[in-house]
């Protein structure tokens, strides 16, 4: 993002305008792209032009490529367009959260994508990331708005020429979801929602297997029971310690190894115990 200083028409010359916006990181000084991507409006309508230039600029960049083949670019294979937004609107109540929506076009270009994908591929993309979305946070946070999923003609999803979105994630209106929104956990949980999903969905078009990166060991604990196991274990109980006498399960507990020492030192432990008639006797 940068910073450019701009001079509007009669009306407004008498002041200069600071603007930041993505639009302004896509001109030739700092990406290479051509005025026509990123000026349609002439200048005229910043609004319009830093909207547009999203999806324009993905198109130039992958022109070419195997998933824009009858288009002029720069051969980048981008298979996806994404824009993340947060929305308007409040529950009444000031409890509940507004919650998530998707929006997708798929009504232009006789329904077709450049490479020849029906645009109903971008219907199930939008799908996925608000039903995805819908499910994680509630995991983390309790119930959790599911929206709409929206067929309609926006710019973001209509001109990427590559299966697009535009997932609402939450909405800066209301309170509830703005706690969420300000909570390290949420931004964490609602980035890693869309991970998953776009992971899924490219592989499974690519024919692919996947493997969801794990999170790391969270509120870990341990419960040791009257003889150094969890008793509420019920599979180790029923693998490990069927058939053992008093004797052998002091012996375990004595040495307090994992489920996976058992297994490697169960048939030694055996021989021990067969051996030791005084074991037994006690």
């Known amino acids: 993002m940068s910073c450019t ?168 209106q209301s309170f509830p979801d703005m706690r969420i929104a300000q909570d390290p956990m949420g931004k964490f949980t609602i980035a890693r929602s869309i991970y998953k999903t776009i992971l899924r969905f490219v592989n499974s078009n690519h024919g692919e297997d996947y493997v969801v990166q794990p999170l790391a060991p969270n509120h870990f604990s341990v419960e040791i029971g009257d003889f150094g196991y969890n008793s509420r274990e019920k599979s180790f109980n029923e693998l490990f310690l069927s058939g053992l006498n008093k004797a052998e399960l002091i012996i375990l507990s004595q040495m307090a190894i994992s489920k996976e020492a058992v297994m490697i030192f169960h048939k030694e432990l055996g021989y021990l115990l067969n051996d030791s008639a005084s074991i037994r006797s006690n």
Not at 38 to 54: E, F, L, P, S, V
């Open 5 to 172: 200083r701009l001079s509007r028409n009669a009306l407004a010359k008498s002041f200069e305008v600071n603007l930041e916006t993505p639009l302004f990181s896509i001109p030739s000084l700092w990406a290479g792209a051509p005025y026509k991507i990123y000026g349609g409006r002439k200048g005229q309508n910043d609004y319009a032009d830093d909207i547009n230039t999203r999806s324009l600029m993905t198109n130039w960049l992958g022109g070419g490529s195997v998933y824009m083949p009858a288009l002029n670019g720069k051969n980048v294979p981008l298979e996806l367009s994404l824009a993340l937004h947060s929305d308007a609107g409040f529950n009444p109540d000031g409890k509940s959260t507004w919650g998530a929506l998707a929006i997708c076009t798929t009504d232009f270009n006789d329904g077709m994508l450049n490479s020849g994908v029906s645009r109903f591929t971008s219907k199930d993309f939008a799908k996925a990331l608000r039903d995805n979305l819908v499910e994680d946070m509630g995991q983390t946070f309790g119930a959790f708005g599911k929206r709409y999923l929206w067929d309609r003609n926006y710019s973001e999803t209509r001109l990427p020429e590559v299966p697009s979105a535009i997932l609402e994630m939450l909405s800066h």
